[in-house]
């Protein structure tokens, strides 16, 4: 099996973690290496919540675009606002930063550029330091991140607000993981400013470490909000110049596969 038909739509996006070295020949696909973290998700979400919903969006972006494969998730990211939860493990902004770089470096060898589909807000910083050093050593790097604005459109203004482990991260899971959540334990929080955000953490504005109101989350609106968000990244991807469909390849559907 070769990379040309390993990496394709129409085939499982099993990614590269499965692949062997001389599965991957020309032409070169471009890596989606999925960003997360290990972090507080309130008292009712796993803690590897962004990690689970990036690399969902990641696979459902290989199906829908071809030329793209899907590399193992990074599951550490900058977490630093989260300090004082138990399970919180953070690199930091300065690590992250490094490791995105040498990350997206060492794939010279292996793709023709990299996208970085992000789940966690708490790693721009770092994303956009490395992507700004990347593209000035001329190297094809684009960065993805789920948008408030493209989340209101799918489900509507009541989502405004919602900062972190409310509605929209419990609507996802609950569509991804519907057995890790715990809707018993779902509490309301406050919904501060990014300002305050940044300026005080998490947990002297919430000690249950939710910002937002997980209220009226569903696996429905989850799938939804999963739809929107991949749409608009294959949307990002497509309009990105360091894409480019193999050749001699049809275009795929940008519309489906869907995700289930």
């Known amino acids: 099996m070769s ?15 499965r692949l062997r070295w001389p599965e991957l020949d020309d032409p070169r696909p471009v890596l989606l290496l999925p960003l997360g973290s290990t972090e507080q998700h309130g008292p009712h979400l796993p ?9 969902a ?32 493990l953070s690199l930091g902004t300065a690590a992250l930063e490094l490791a995105l770089v040498e990350l997206v470096r060492s794939a010279d060898d292996t793709a023709a550029g990299v996208v970085l589909i992000n ?14 050093l990347l593209a000035a050593e001329g190297r094809r790097v684009l960065a993805w991140t789920p948008r408030t604005v493209v989340a209101t459109a799918a489900r509507g203004s009541g989502l405004a607000g919602d900062l972190h ?19 018993e334990a779902a509490a309301r929080g406050p919904s501060p400013t990014t300002a305050d955000l940044v300026r005080h953490g998490v947990l002297p504005l919430s000690p249950s470490g939710v910002l937002g109101d997980p209220a009226g989350a569903s696996a429905d609106e989850g799938a939804a909000l999963l739809d929107a968000f991949v749409t608009d990244a294959v949307a990002a991807i497509r309009s990105w110049p360091g894409y480019a469909q193999p050749p001699g390849v049809a275009p795929a559907d940008p519309a489906g596969p869907r995700p289930r």
């Open 47 to 55: 803690l590897d919540t962004d990690t689970r919903i990036a690399k």
């Open 3 to 17: 990379s040309s038909s390993a990496w394709l739509p129409g085939r499982r996006p099993d990614g590269l973690g």
């Open 119 to 132: 789940g966690h807000g708490g790693n721009a910083a770092a994303i956009h330091g490395a992507t700004r």
């Open 165 to 183: 482990a409310g509605r929209v991260e419990t609507s996802l899971l609950l569509h991804l993981a519907p057995e890790l959540v715990r809707l």
């Open 57 to 88: 969006i990641a696979a459902a972006v290989a199906t829908r675009l071809r030329g793209l494969l899907v590399a193992p998730a990074l599951h550490y990211g900058a977490s630093g606002e989260h300090a004082g939860f138990p399970g919180t």
